[in-house]
């Protein structure tokens, strides 16, 4: 499909629907593959403690540059 999208001239709307199709392999691919799916379910649940410590890590170079001004 993505040689058919890319062979095609112009900017032509009815072969989106091909880009939505190849996004969808990545679904194919989780369903087959159980260790990557194990993996994003491992970096999802990781994303909240990232956010704490990302909003942590600011606020200690925001008080560090305050008292060094």
Known sequence: MSYVDA???GNNKNL???KA???MR???ILKKWKALGVLIDALANSLVPIKNL???MTTYIFVGALMCK
């Open 26 to 28: 990545i679904f194919k």
């Open 16 to 18: 989106k629907i091909l």
């Open 7 to 9: 062979l095609m001239p």
């Open 54 to 56: 990302a909003i942590l």
């Open 21 to 23: 199709f190849r996004t």
